[in-house]
């Protein structure tokens, strides 16, 4: 029972190491790579209180060195599923039992151990499995994840704090339950935070989850299990299962108890999955939760007055950081006539300056893209693309998977502002220009606002205030993250909650009270001090 009303610690955005030659962190993670390349792990699913081998085992590779085993996952099956489903409904009554300063006090502390004894392995784990630099490892796997756990327990203290008024001789309060029923998380391969934070924001509200990470983050998804165990969470309250997709959802999205789901991948899917969940509506208890953040082809337009060099460098850094794999990815770009001379140059020369390799040389810029599946997609649209009249290759187009699946950034210069490679969504280090006249700059953000049907991020630049004022207006729902005068990645907790409207998602806002209240289902309660003891009102009387 509680005896006060608890303040938490007030957060503060985790400091990004530098990971600098001679530095402390980067001796430390230069000794953590090398101890988890030395050893092959056999990783169990995670439900209830047991790990869970099985007979199939799949490898993990490194993507840019494929020739390597770090280890391997038990393939688990429908069976696994349902106790899966079980165990979280099993862990629900006590864990939403659980008064919320304890809750809050596992994720704080989850923050703390990531930040300090986890952040060399949680940072390793993330660059061997999913082929991310020292720096994109720590900005995401440490950084943005110790950031949602710190963030959002202030989140919940601010969103419980919200109470009703109440008239004389009443109390009115409002009670924030978590859903009746399990949280199914689907989370993606390309950042760590993401695939934490979306079964940690519906536990901290005291739901319970089942979680099908993508294939591609297991080695680094284990990790995130050992630090929730460390932490302090209690058995079943998240439940980590590597099935197929279809062999889950078959399970999942037939049962009474499903109440949510936090999704994060194509849009596709998540299209499907909304459908199935809709056709079995009226099997649930309640009306499911369906948070979602899907694709994006991403832009950056510039004004005339832009400077081509803050320009080219947000270019160069919004479109190839971490291989293009980010949800944020600059993928399409229009520049005036007037500055692209120097603005091409720069970006040229940037792009030909970028080492590409393996994780473990931190000279690298840039390493490999996610799998094989990856790879040939994304190189047949550079192939297709030299083939194209309307389409010339400034920098970059070779790719080789023969050790690794590696791919040169290429930047695409188009003639025609709806080529392929200008519309659809490539998911990799493809940047597209569409180099316009500089007296069509309203007509090019029309164009900005139709060619994609997302709406996910996008950056303007330019100096002239009224040119800015003019884009913020006409590209007002082409993107839920907006940027003026820089990349359009690199959101922060706290401070650039992140998603996207349209075909981009359910735009619920990562790193906001926004995302939280998805998970809660309020009750209010009134209790009246003294009840009348007559039924009569006054207007009956004669």
């Given at each position: ?417 709806r080529s392929t490679t200008m519309c659809e969504e490539i998911f990799g280090p493809v940047l597209t220009i569409h180099v316009y006249p500089d007296d069509q700059y309203e007509e090019i953000l029309d164009v900005v606002d139709t060619t994609s049907p997302y709406a996910l991020t996008g950056a303007v630049f330019a100096q002239d205030r009224a040119a ?24 922060v907790v706290g401070q650039q909650p992140f998603g996207g409207g349209r075909k981009s998602g359910t735009n619920d806002k990562a790193g906001s009270i926004l995302n939280l209240i998805r998970w809660v289902s309020p009750r209010t309660m009134k209790e009246n001090f003294v009840p009348p003891k007559d039924y009569r009102y006054p207007f009956l009387g004669?």
């Amino acid at each position: 029972m509680s005896d006060a009303i608890f303040q938490v610690p007030y957060p503060v955005n985790e400091p990004v190491l530098s990971y600098a030659p001679g530095s402390p962190e980067r001796k430390e993670l230069q000794a953590a790579l090398k101890d988890l390349k030395s050893k092959q792990v056999d990783i169990p699913m995670y439900i209830g209180a047991e790990k869970v081998y099985t007979d199939e085992k799949v490898a993990m590779h490194p993507p840019h060195e494929i020739g390597h085993v770090l280890g391997h996952y038990s393939k688990g099956s429908s069976k696994h599923v349902k106790q899966a489903v079980d165990a979280a409904l099993a862990a629900k009554p006590a864990w939403e039992a659980m008064p919320w300063q304890e809750r809050a006090a596992i994720f704080l502390r989850a923050a703390d151990l990531l930040a300090g004894p986890f952040r060399a392995k949680m940072n390793a784990a993330t660059m061997l499995g999913q082929s991310k630099n020292a720096f994109q490892a720590e900005i995401d796997a440490v950084c943005e994840l110790a950031d949602f756990f710190r963030f959002n327990v202030a989140f919940m203290t601010e969103l419980y704090a919200q109470q009703p008024i109440s008239a004389p001789g009443i109390w009115n309060r409002m009670e924030y339950r978590p859903l009746e029923g399990f949280i199914f998380a689907i989370t993606p391969f390309n950042f760590t935070s993401i695939c934490a934070n979306l079964c940690a924001a519906p536990a901290m509200l005291g739901n319970t989850v089942v979680w099908k990470p993508a294939e591609t983050q297991i080695y680094s998804a284990q990790v995130i299990m050992e630090l929730f165990e460390a932490a302090g969470l209690p058995k079943g309250v998240i439940n980590l299962i590597y099935t197929d997709g279809p062999v889950a959802g078959d399970v999942i999205f037939e049962h009474k108890d499903f109440a949510g789901l936090h999704f994060t991948g194509s849009t596709g899917v998540f299209q499907y999955l909304w459908k199935v969940i809709g056709s079995n509506i009226d099997k649930y208890v309640s009306y499911p939760r369906v948070v979602g953040e899907t694709g994006g082809k991403d832009f950056v337009v510039a004004h005339k007055s832009a400077l081509p060099q803050e320009l080219a460098v947000a270019l160069a850094r919004g479109a190839f950081e971490y291989q293009g794999q980010k949800c944020s990815a600059a993928s399409r770009a229009y520049v005036p006539e007037g500055i692209w001379g120097e603005v091409s140059a720069k970006l040229k020369a940037d792009v030909e300056s970028f080492n590409m390799g393996s994780v473990e040389d931190f000279s690298n810029f840039v390493n490999a893209v996610i799998d094989e599946r990856a790879f040939d997609k994304i190189s047949n649209y550079i192939a297709d693309a030299k083939k194209d009249p309307d389409c010339e290759i400034l920098v970059g187009g070779g790719y080789d998977k023969s050790e690794g699946y590696f791919i040169e950034p290429t930047v695409i210069v188009s003639k025609n502002p709806r080529s392929t490679t200008m519309c659809e969504e490539i998911f990799g280090p493809v940047l597209t220009i569409h180099v316009y006249p500089d007296d069509q700059y309203e007509e090019i953000l029309d164009v900005v606002d139709t060619t994609s049907p997302y709406a996910l991020t996008g950056a303007v630049f330019a100096q002239d205030r009224a040119a800015v004022e003019i884009a913020n207006n006409k590209l007002r729902h082409s993107a839920g993250n907006y940027y003026i005068n820089d990349k359009p990645t690199g959101a922060v907790v706290g401070q650039q909650p992140f998603g996207g409207g349209r075909k981009s998602g359910t735009n619920d806002k990562a790193g906001s009270i926004l995302n939280l209240i998805r998970w809660v289902s309020p009750r209010t309660m009134k209790e009246n001090f003294v009840p009348p003891k007559d039924y009569r009102y006054p207007f009956l009387g004669e």
